[in-house]
C-alpha cells in the first residue's frame, strides 16, 4: 500500500483522502511528545546541584541530596556508599533517566583544624627527640601529622620554646607550644669552698661554713657530707667527703681532710674566755635591753668585780680579758679589754681609744648609742667623784680640768667620731654600787 499526497489506494484500486483532523491530530501529538521530551530532557539536566559537599566524618549524602526536586525515576548509577568521609576527596557522581545522564561533585572537605596537647619536657642533651614527645594527645577525624615547627636546639643547656605543628589531611594546621629544658648529663655541680680543716682537740667544727654549691641550671643542689670518720677529741686526721647533686640527678663529691690538732695556751684562753663571756651575756643580757641598759650592764659588773690595780700588765687581749672575767686584779687596759669583749658580745658596738700622747697610758672606749659616740671609762680610778659613763667629749676635757691632769683624756681626735653636747644617760654610784638614770 503506498500513500502520497493525502491519498490512500484502496483494494479496488481507488485512492481514499485522509482526513485532515487526523493528520493534524497525529502531528499536534508528536509535537506534544516532542516538547514534553524537551521539558523533561532540560528539568532532569537543571534539576541537579552542582555539587554537595560535606564536612569530613559527616554521614554520607543520599540522591535526593543531590537533586533540587526529588524524583523517584532519576536512577544514582555512581555508589558512593564505599566512600570513606574521613579522607577529603572530590568525585563525579552520575545520574540517569532512561537515556539521559547528568552528573554532579560529590566533595568531602575537613575544614576544622586538629586539636591537641603538648607537654614541657626535661632532657639531657645526648637524647633525640621526636614530636610525639612533646604532644600527650591529639583529635582530628582525618590522620594527623605532627612536626616540628622548629627541631630543638640539643647542644645549647637551657630552657627553649618548642612549637609543634598538627598537620591533618584537609591542610588545616595547629601549632602547639611547650618548654624544654635541656641539660648536659656531664656538667655536674660545682663545690666550691670544701677545703682541709685544722681545728683544735676539743673543738666545734663547721662543716658548712664558706661551703657553697653552684650549679649551671639548678639554683638548689643539694650538699650531702659524710663526716663519720671524724672524732675532734681525739688528735689525729680524718676524711671527710662532700657530695652535691642536683635535681638531674648529675653529681660531685670532693674530698678533704680534718686535721685536730692539740690546742696551745692562748687556744685554751681563747675557748676558755669565750665560755665565761658566754655565761656573763645568757646571765645579765636580755633582747629586750636597750643599747643605754646593755652598756651600763657591762660598766657596772667590770666596776664592781674587776679589782683595780695601778701596775702595769700585759696588753696580751685574750689573757687580759680572761683575768677581768675570773675577777682578778688588772689596771685600765684589763677593764678596757674586759668590757670590750663584753660590749662585743653584746652586740653593742663599741672602739677602743689609747690615750695620745702621754705620759703614761691609759685606755677606755667610745660607745654607739643609736647612732652617736659617747665615751664610757670601767676604770674605777675615782669611784666616786669620776663616774665615766655615756660622757661627752666636753665632759671628759672637763674632768682634766679638774684634776689638773690635762692630758688623762687625750687622744687624736681626727681619729675617732666626735659626742653630741649633751649626754643620753648617767650612772650614779651610791652605798658601794652604780644605777642608771636615763634622761
Known amino acids: 500500500m503506498k500513500m502520497s499526497d493525502g491519498n490512500i489506494k484502496t483494494a479496488s484500486g481507488k485512492k481514499r483522502k485522509w482526513p485532515k483532523i487526523l493528520i493534524i491530530s497525529i502531528l499536534s501529538v508528536c509535537l506534544i511528545l516532542t516538547v514534553l521530551a524537551v521539558l523533561t530532557m532540560n528539568r532532569f539536566r537543571d534539576n541537579f546541584r552542582e555539587s554537595v559537599t560535606i564536612e569530613a566524618g559527616d554521614p554520607l549524602p543520599e540522591k535526593k541530596d543531590f537533586l533540587i526536586d526529588d524524583w523517584d525515576w532519576i ?13 577529603p576527596v572530590t568525585m563525579e557522581v552520575i545520574f540517569s533517566l532512561g537515556p539521559l545522564e547528568k552528573s554532579s561533585l560529590f566533595i568531602v572537605r575537613d575544614t576544622i583544624a586538629p586539636t ?3 607537654q614541657d619536657l626535661v632532657s639531657d642533651s645526648n637524647a633525640v ?17 605532627l612536626v616540628f615547627v622548629k627541631a630543638p636546639d640539643m647542644k645549647t643547656e637551657g630552657e627553649q620554646t618548642i612549637e609543634i605543628a598538627l598537620e591533618d589531611l584537609g591542610g588545616n594546621r595547629t601549632v602547639l607550644t611547650s618548654k624544654l629544658l635541656v641539660y648536659d648529663p656531664k656538667a655536674a655541680p660545682e663545690i666550691n669552698g670544701a ?25 638548689e643542689p643539694e650538699l650531702t657530707i659524710d663526716n663519720s670518720a671524724v672524732n675532734p677529741d681525739k688528735i689525729g686526721t680524718y676524711p671527710v667527703t662532700y657530695k652535691a647533686t642536683d635535681c638531674y640527678g648529675r653529681t660531685a663529691v670532693k674530698k678533704i681532710t680534718v686535721h685536730v690538732q692539740e690546742p696551745t695556751e692562748d687556744v685554751l ?6 665560755e665565761l663571756v658566754k655565761d656573763w651575756v645568757g646571765t645579765y643580757i636580755s633582747d629586750d635591753m636597750t643599747v643605754i641598759e646593755k652598756s651600763f650592764a657591762v660598766f657596772r659588773w667590770v666596776r664592781l668585780y674587776v679589782p683595780w690595780n695601778n701596775g702595769r700588765t700585759s696588753r696580751d687581749s685574750v689573757e687580759q680579758a680572761l683575768r677581768g672575767m675570773q675577777g ?15 660590749l662585743d658580745a653584746a652586740g653593742v658596738e663599741n672602739m677602743m681609744i689609747q690615750r695620745y700622747p702621754g705620759p703614761g697610758q691609759h685606755y677606755w672606749l667610745l660607745v654607739n648609742v643609736d647612732g652617736d659616740w659617747f665615751h664610757l671609762d670601767p676604770s674605777p680610778i675615782y669611784l666616786s667623784y669620776h ?20 692630758n688623762y683624756y687625750a687622744y687624736d681626735h681626727s681619729k675617732y667620731p666626735s659626742t653630741p653636747l649633751s649626754p643620753p644617760a ?3 654610784y651610791k652605798n658601794g654600787d652604780y644605777y642608771l638614770e636615763i634622761y
Open 426 to 428: 648617767r650612772a650614779v
Open 129 to 145: 627527640l621526636t614530636p610525639e614527645d612533646f604532644v600527650t594527645s591529639y583529635d582530628d577525624i582525618t590522620d594527623v601529622r
Open 387 to 406: 663616774i665615766c659613763f655615756l660622757q661627752t667629749d666636753a665632759e671628759i676635757e672637763e674632768f682634766g680640768k679638774k684634776v689638773r691632769r690635762y
Open 116 to 118: 591537641g596537647e603538648a
Open 75 to 87: 536512577s544514582m548509577d555512581t555508589d558512593i556508599s564505599g566512600v570513606n568521609t574521613g579522607i
Open 328 to 342: 682578778e686584779v688588772g689596771d685600765c687596759y684589763t677593764h678596757a679589754i674586759t668590757c670590750k669583749v663584753l
Open 269 to 274: 684562753n681563747q675557748k676558755k674566755l669565750d
Open 195 to 219: 677545703n682541709d680543716i685544722w681545728i683544735y682537740e676539743g673543738d666545734n667544727i663547721s662543716y658548712r661554713k664558706d661551703v657553697t654549691v653552684t650549679d649551671t641550671l639548678d639554683p
